[in-house]
C-alpha cells in the first residue's frame, strides 16, 4: 500500500501502540533514534496523585525506542490530532505547561525512514523525573494510585503489551521485577 502525498504517520511508543483511539490506515514497526522510553514521568492524576504521584512513560533523550507507527489519512488527520493532543497534553492548564512537546520526529520503518508526529516529555517540566534513583522509582510505582488506577498496573501492563508486540524493554523488565 502506497501512502497518500499528505497522509500523517504517528509514532507510539506507549499504550498508543496498543489503544491508538483513532482511525488509521495503516501501521508498521518503527524505530525512533535519539529517545527511548522511560517511565520519566510523574503522574499526579491517571496514575497517582499530587501527594502520592506514581509514574508513566514519556520519550526521553538517549538511546533508540523500537513502537509502532501509524499511518492516518490526511482527511482524518485533523480529528486524530485533537484526539492526540487531548489525550497526551490534559495538563495544558498547568502553569509549566504541558509535560510532553509535540514534534515531527523522523522514525525508521522497515523499508525507509518518514517524519512522525509524537510526544517527547520536557525535561525542564517539573514533572520530569528522568534523575530518579531506582529505588525511588521503585517506591512511586508500588505506591501510585490515580483515577485510572495503579502506577503498578500501568507497568505490568505495558510490559505485557511490549512482550506482546515483540518489543520487550529490558529497563522496565528490570523495574517490573524489583517492584
Known amino acids: 500500500m ?24 495503516d501501521r508498521e514497526p518503527a524505530r525512533l533514534h535519539g529517545y527511548r522510553r522511560a517511565l520519566c514521568v510523574e503522574a499526579r492524576h491517571h496514575r497517582g496523585t499530587p501527594d502520592n504521584p506514581g509514574l508513566v512513560l514519556g520519550l526521553d533523550r538517549g538511546g533508540s525506542c523500537r513502537g509502532l507507527a501509524f499511518r492516518v489519512a490526511a482527511a482524518e488527520w485533523p480529528g486524530a490530532r485533537a484526539y492526540l493532543d487531548a489525550r497526551e497534553m490534559p495538563d495544558l492548564g498547568d502553569p509549566a505547561g504541558p509535560v510532553y512537546r509535540p514534534g515531527w520526529h523522523p522514525v525508521r520503518l522497515a523499508r525507509r525512514r518518514v517524519m512522525a508526529y509524537t510526544y517527547v516529555v520536557r525535561r525542564d517540566h517539573p514533572r ?19 483515577i485510572s488506577g495503579s502506577a503498578l498496573d500501568y507497568l505490568r501492563n505495558t510490559v505485557a503489551h511490549l512482550e506482546d508486540l515483540g518489543l520487550p524493554d529490558g529497563p522496565l523488565h528490570r523495574l517490573l521485577r524489583r517492584v
Not at 501512502?3 to 482511525?23: E, N, T
Open 2 to 25: 502506497t501512502d497518500a502525498a499528505d497522509d500523517v504517520w504517528v509514532f507510539g511508543y506507549g499504550s498508543l501502540m496498543w489503544r491508538p483511539g483513532f482511525a488509521y490506515v
Open 128 to 146: 520530569y523525573m528522568g534523575d530518579l534513583t531506582e529505588d525511588r522509582a521503585v517506591a512511586m510505582v508500588r505506591n501510585g494510585h490515580g
